[in-house]
């Protein structure tokens, strides 16, 4: 058994070490919102948050975690209220299939807590690690600069 | 408010009558038939249901994609049933419940089941009225249908689940009911329904699911298709950690086990083993080149009338390509699949639930009632990817565990190895522009491997090849949809102008539907053509195109784009000069002829020294008749746009003699955040009352051929094979 801190609350987990973060999320935790996209860190559809930074988590290893705290797309509400960043995607209906979106959205947000006011570039190269096959990207650049808005900043031309 | 009756819709002057005709009735074909699917299934009870309390259920054998079809369904309904949306319970593909309307694909589920769920709903409200006109005592026009209610003009009222107790709902449906005379809730922009789960983790795709003691499963194939993996000593696979079962039969081999990781772990140990190729080598030449080799069967196009073209005529010849592509889902295909009471149920992301069922029938050798298949959404498909194969795989490894839901994922290297490609594809035009300048000839010659290779039968899947069953044959799909000659039958009026498909059946590499099947290829060439031939015949690209067209909402669409975009004022093309290159394209279709219209103005920088283009902006318009969800309409144009431009300036699928070299997202860059166009902006041509016109597939072509010609006027240099990538941009400059 292992510990693991999961949007704020400690999990008991029965998985092998070598298991990838990604897996007990969905499996384990019952967690949809990080998905299995391509299991080698070039898609992004499985970010999540550790310690605040965004991480592929289908190439996190259950050992290297250690006691950081993981944040999923499940842990953004607080208190039953909508948190800016999905609120933002819903209102610019920044989705197609959807399948990155939650991906999508754990990454803005790493950006976001940590500078509310990116420049257009800085936010367009921060979400590059991210596919989209869709071509929702216009949306989810909307989306992204939505939600700086609502969270006290802006995004800069 | 009444409804117009019946003998309103149909009395008066035959002109009238035909605009009524046209407009006013839920019939959109005008010859008094029903719409096609509704024709198939006419029962009203298979579309629409309401029970005692008022709910009311709406049936579609169409699948949720991505596209937003739920909700513009629901709004169909909506409107016609003179309810709020959020009363409808909407359910879409499942062989046990809803009529079967073939495959989600050519942009048709508006056009197909939008046209039959707005006649039944027709039919519906015209039932409910009656029932209404009874219990009060009065003539039908006398009653108002609204908020899920019929009222009389004194006062009385009767909900639709108290008129529906009394109502039998399985009578078929009639054709040319009237519509309401106003929509209420046709042509807003709802917000998708499937949106919130997406976007908070609540549970969205087939994915997503977990069942009472579900097993996970990966299948064991070689790395690409033709390949398969060296024998395995399964013993030592069956006691790998974890491992719950090893299901193999013939070439089938899947692996089953308690948690995910396990499975995934032991396909790795099974991979390492090793591959082989046991066919024939591929191509060592670039597959457009090779499959040209290969006996083709020439298959008519079209031909346009005129007389021959004069001989002191210039004569203009271009030939184009492009690659083979991927669809790239960004998750890789799934389904779950659980066998019980001698037969199974396979809940599946395939655009085509009926087909599949038919086919897993014959790949289990089982009765076709025995075979359940649910649609639930995966990741975007873009056509036929994996999703109908990897249902085959679970269905299988279920077999093995009855009782027991196995959830089967492909890794990411199956998808890129396994999925069906987009056909490699050539063009050859020729035509000949008189002294006018105008077009005095056209031919119009189409080199490709088919577009439709989605399973009718067991041998349609790649498990039934595995376990021996015979392969489909590829045929041409006739036009006037067409696959390889799709749009290849040019919608400007020129005389004297043919077209030949020469279909290529023998396909090297594993090949199938596409987004836009052969649009993309025909669309990109006949509109980079036309600048060319304007070029040369002196004219702005945009006049010329409107000196050769008639279709009145064609020249709607354009002159949108040319008002928006600003097409007199934009930046003069830098051509051969020196510096960096500026430029602008324009391009425009009817996606098939017979579906939406869009237009497309871009505009460009070119990097001369890296070959790297950024799109600066990017104006469309789109006319897809009435527009039942604007936004939802725009989402589709914005979205093919940007993933035009990632198939035209990024990709192909590359090959050794042995395999697919593009395994993954590094072997197969697609475009990433920062080479997003700067922006977008699409404009809705709305046609209140117009036939729905399918959207989905409608912008791939004249966004990439909007880019190619806004290359040619910044670099002053035409490059006609696809992809237009930094190094062959590069090489076009240097020569």
């Known amino acids: 058994m292992i510990t693991l801190t999961v949007n704020g609350k400690p999990h008991e987990v029965d998985a092998d070490l070598d298991t990838p973060l990604l897996y007990v999320l969905r499996n384990d935790l019952a967690l949809n919102g990080a998905k299995f996209g391509c299991g080698l860190g070039q898609c992004g559809a499985c970010t999540v948050l550790v310690d605040g930074k965004p ?42 299939c959807g399948y990155c979106i939650a991906g999508m959205i754990m990454r803005a947000q790493a950006l976001l807590e940590r500078n509310n006011r990116p420049t257009e570039a800085e936010l367009r190269a921060h979400m590059a690690p991210n596919l989209c096959r869709c071509g929702t990207h216009m949306r989810i650049l909307a989306a992204v600069r939505r939600a700086a808005v609502a969270m006290g900043g802006g995004v800069q031309p | 408010m009444t409804a117009p009756t019946r003998r309103h819709v149909l009395g008066g002057a035959l002109v009238v009558a035909f605009s009524l005709a046209r407009g006013a009735v839920a019939q959109h074909d005008d010859k008094g038939k029903l719409p096609v699917d509704l024709a198939k299934s006419p029962m009203l009870d298979s579309w629409i249901r309401i029970d005692a309390s008022g709910k009311i259920t709406v049936f579609t054998g169409k699948a949720e994609l991505g596209q937003g079809l739920k909700t513009a369904l629901i709004q169909v309904a909506a409107d016609e049933l003179a309810v709020a949306p959020e009363s409808i319970d909407l359910v879409t593909a499942d062989t046990a419940l809803t009529p079967d309307e073939g495959v989600t694909a050519g942009s048709h589920s508006m056009q197909d089941s939008g046209t039959a769920i707005l006649n039944a709903a027709a039919n519906v409200r015209a039932l409910l009225a009656e029932a209404a006109a009874w219990r009060f005592a009065m003539a039908a026009d006398q009653v108002e249908m609204h908020d899920g209610a019929a009222h009389s003009l004194n006062g009385q009222s009767a909900t639709y689940g108290e008129l529906a107790a009394s ?3 399985h009578v078929e449906a009639k054709p040319n009911m009237p519509r309401r005379p106003k929509s209420t809730v046709i042509g807003q922009s709802l917000p998708r329904i499937d949106i919130p789960a997406k976007v908070s983790g609540g549970q969205a795709y087939v994915q997503d699911m977990r069942l009472p003691r579900m097993l996970h499963a990966r299948v064991a194939r070689g790395p690409s298709d033709g390949t398969r993996l060296k024998d395995q000593d399964l013993d030592v696979v069956r006691k790998l950690p974890g491992v719950e079962r090893v ?13 995910e990781w396990h499975a995934v772990k032991a396909l790795q140990h099974v991979q390492a083993i090793g591959w082989i190729r046991p066919g024939d080598s591929l191509p060592t030449a670039d597959i457009r080149e090779a499959i040209r080799q290969l006996p083709a069967e020439d298959v008519p196009i079209f031909a346009y009338p005129g007389p021959p073209a004069p001989a002191d005529g210039t004569s203009v010849t271009a030939r184009y390509s492009r690659p083979c592509l991927m669809h790239g889902s960004i998750g890789p295909s799934c389904a779950v699949a659980l066998w019980e009471n001698d037969g199974v149920t396979v809940w599946t992301h395939s655009q085509g639930v009926g087909p599949l069922r038919r086919s897993l029938s014959g790949l289990l050798k089982l009765p076709a009632d025995k075979v359940r298949c649910i649609h639930v959404e995966g990741s975007g498909c873009y056509g036929h990817n994996g999703a109908d194969d990897v249902a085959a795989d679970a269905a299988l490894a279920a077999r093995a565990v009855p009782g027991r839901p196995v959830r089967l994922q492909w890794m990411r290297e199956q998808e890129h190895g396994w999925e069906p490609l987009g056909s490699a594809m050539t063009v050859e035009l020729q035509a000949t522009l008189a002294g006018d300048g105008k077009v005095a000839s056209w031919r119009h010659d189409v080199w490709s491997n088919g577009h439709n290779s989605r399973p009718q039968s067991g041998g349609g899947l790649l498990a039934g090849q595995e376990l021996g069953m015979p392969k489909q044959r590829m045929r041409p799909i006739p036009m006037p949809e067409g696959g390889g000659s799709r749009n290849g039958n040019p919608i400007y009026a020129l005389p ?57 909402r064609a020249r709607d669409a354009i002159q949108t784009v040319v008002d928006r975009f600003g097409w007199a004022k934009r930046p003069r093309g830098t051509g051969g000069g020196g510096g960096n290159g500026r430029g602008c394209g324009f391009a425009f279709a009817r996606y098939k002829n017979l579906a939406a219209y869009c237009a497309i103005a871009l505009e460009i920088t070119i990097d001369r020294d890296s070959g790297v283009i950024a799109v600066e902006r990017v104006v469309a318009s789109v006319d897809s008749g009435e527009a039942v969800n604007p936004d939802g309409i725009r989402n589709q144009i914005e979205g093919g746009i940007v993933q035009s431009l990632s198939w035209t300036v990024n990709e192909a699928v590359g090959f050794d003699t042995h395999h697919r070299t593009s395994f993954d997202w590094s072997a197969y860059p697609i475009l990433r955040f920062p080479q997003a166009p700067k922006t977008v902006e699409v404009h809705v041509i709305d046609r209140p009352r117009q036939p729905f016109l399918g959207t989905g597939e409608a912008s791939q072509g004249p966004a990439s051929a909007a880019l190619g010609n806004a290359v040619a006027d910044a670099l002053g240099v035409r490059v006609r094979d696809m992809p237009l990538s930094p190094d062959r941009l ?6």
Request: aromatic share 6%; hydrophobic share 50%.
């Open chain 1, 55 to 96: 991480v592929f988590s289908c190439l996190v290893p259950l050992a290297a975690l250690g006691r950081r705290e993981v944040r999923t797309l499940e842990g953004l509400a607080a208190d039953g209220k909508p948190a800016p960043v999905p609120a933002a995607f819903e209102a610019e209906q920044a989705a197609q």
């Open chain 2, 167 to 169: 109502l039998d709902l």
């Open chain 2, 730 to 735: 590069k090489g076009a400059l240097g020569s």
């Open chain 2, 496 to 552: 004297n102008a043919t077209g030949v498909f020469h279909f290529i059946e023998q396909a090297p590499v594993r090949v199938s539907a596409l987004r836009g099947l052969g649009a993309q290829m025909n669309i990109f060439a006949i509109e980079s053509f036309m600048d060319e031939l304007a070029k040369a015949a002196g004219s702005d690209p945009v006049a010329f195109r409107l000196a050769h067209l008639q279709d009145e």
């Open chain 2, 247 to 259: 299901v193999q039969e013939a070439g089938f081999l899947a692996i089953l086990a308690e948690k």
